[in-house]
C-alpha cells in the first residue's frame, strides 16, 4: 500500500529558455500537510500546475495517490488555484452544483452539504445571489468551499489565504485542520509565515527554482537550532550596536527576536541589556519558520 499522497521526482521546467523548476523532488505522506514556501517567482505556482497537468513537466515524474495523474483522478482532488475565477453572472448554489456535478455529485448531496458549508462560512442567505454581488472575499470564501464540495482525497491549495481578512484566514486554518483528522492530504503555498508554522507537518522551501529545504518541521527547527533569544522592551532600540556576537535581529518595536552566535552567550546578552535597556521578559525561543525563511532566501540571493 503506497503511504504517499503525492510523489514527485526530478520535475524540470523551462520556459523561453529559463528555468523554472530545477529538478524538484518531494513527498507528501498520506493524511498530512505540507507546506510549499518561497518568494514569489521561486516556481511554487508551476509545480503546482504540473501537478495538475495544465502543464506538462520538460522531464520528471508525478505520482497522484500512487496512479499517474487522469480524468477520473481529478475527482479525487481539490485544488483551489492562485488566480481566482468564478462565473460572476451564476447565482452562489448554481455554482456549487455546476461544479460538483464535475465532480460527479449528486445535485440533492451538493444543495445540502453546500448549504451547511456556506453557512460554516458565513454565507447564510446568499445562495440566490450572483457571484458578482460578493465582496472579494466572499468570493474566495465561496472558491474555498467549492475546492472541498466533493470531499476530495488531496488538496492542493495556492495561497489559499490571499484576500481573506484575519478571522476568515483562521477560518480557513481550521477548516484544513479539520480534513487532516479526516485523513486528507493537502499541499499549500503560502507567504503567511505563521499560519504555515501552525498547520504544516513538513516543508518544501524553493529558491529561484530549486528546492533550498525538504523536512519535518520539527526536525528543520532542530537543524537550526535554539540560538534565538526573544525580549520585551522599553526605550529606544539600538542598545545592541557594538554586541558582536548578535548574528541577526528582527525588531517589533517592543519586542526583539536575536539571534545569537553561539546560544552559551545568553547569559552575557542578558547583562548587556541589563546595563543598556530595561527588560521586561528575556526567553530562549526556537528560530521562527519565518526566520529559517528568510534566511535560506538571503543565502540564495549571495549564493
Given amino acids: 500500500m503506497n503511504e504517499s499522497a503525492l510523489i514527485l521526482t ?18 507528501v505522506p498520506k493524511g498530512e500537510i505540507l507546506g510549499l514556501l518561497g518568494p514569489n517567482g521561486a ?17 520528471g515524474k508525478i505520482e497522484i495517490l500512487g496512479q499517474n495523474f487522469s480524468e477520473k483522478m481529478k475527482n479525487k482532488i481539490g485544488y483551489l488555484p492562485e488566480e481566482r475565477g468564478i462565473y460572476r453572472k451564476m447565482k452562489v448554489m448554481d455554482i456549487l452544483c455546476f461544479l460538483g456535478e464535475l465532480k460527479g455529485m449528486k445535485v440533492a448531496d451538493i444543495r445540502e452539504k453546500g448549504k451547511r458549508l456556506l453557512s460554516q462560512f458565513g454565507l447564510e442567505g446568499y445562495e440566490q445571489k450572483k457571484a458578482e454581488e460578493l465582496s472579494k472575499g466572499m468570493a474566495q470564501k465561496l472558491q474555498f468551499i467549492a475546492t472541498i464540495l466533493h470531499s476530495p ?71 537550526h537550532g535554539r540560538k534565538f533569544v526573544k525580549i520585551e522592551y522599553e526605550g529606544p532600540p539600538g542598545f545592541l550596536a557594538g554586541l558582536d556576537y548578535v548574528k541577526s535581529v528582527r525588531d517589533f518595536g517592543r519586542e526583539m527576536e536575536i539571534e545569537l552566535s553561539d546560544i552559551s552567550l545568553k547569559g552575557k546578552l542578558l547583562k548587556d541589556l541589563a546595563d543598556r535597556t530595561t527588560i521586561n521578559s528575556f526567553q530562549l525561543t526556537e528560530p521562527s519558520l519565518n526566520n529559517i525563511f528568510l534566511q535560506k532566501v538571503k543565502e540564495g540571493a549571495l549564493a
Fill in 10 to 27: 526530478d520535475l524540470v521546467k523551462d520556459f523561453n529558455g529559463k528555468r523554472a523548476v530545477d529538478h524538484i523532488s518531494m513527498t
Fill in 43 to 59: 516556481g511554487k505556482t508551476t509545480t503546482i500546475r504540473m501537478v495538475m497537468d495544465i502543464i506538462a513537466p520538460d522531464s
Fill in 153 to 223: 482525497e488531496l488538496l492542493i491549495l495556492d495561497e489559499p489565504f490571499s484576500g481573506l481578512d484575519p478571522m476568515n484566514i483562521e477560518l480557513v486554518k481550521d477548516i484544513m485542520l479539520e480534513k487532516k483528522r479526516e485523513g486528507v492530504s493537502i499541499i499549500f503555498s503560502t507567504h503567511l509565515m505563521d499560519y504555515a508554522e501552525k498547520t504544516v507537518d513538513s516543508v518544501v522551501m524553493i529558491d529561484r527554482g530549486k528546492k533550498v529545504l525538504d523536512g519535518r518541521l520539527s526536525e528543520i527547527k532542530a537543524m
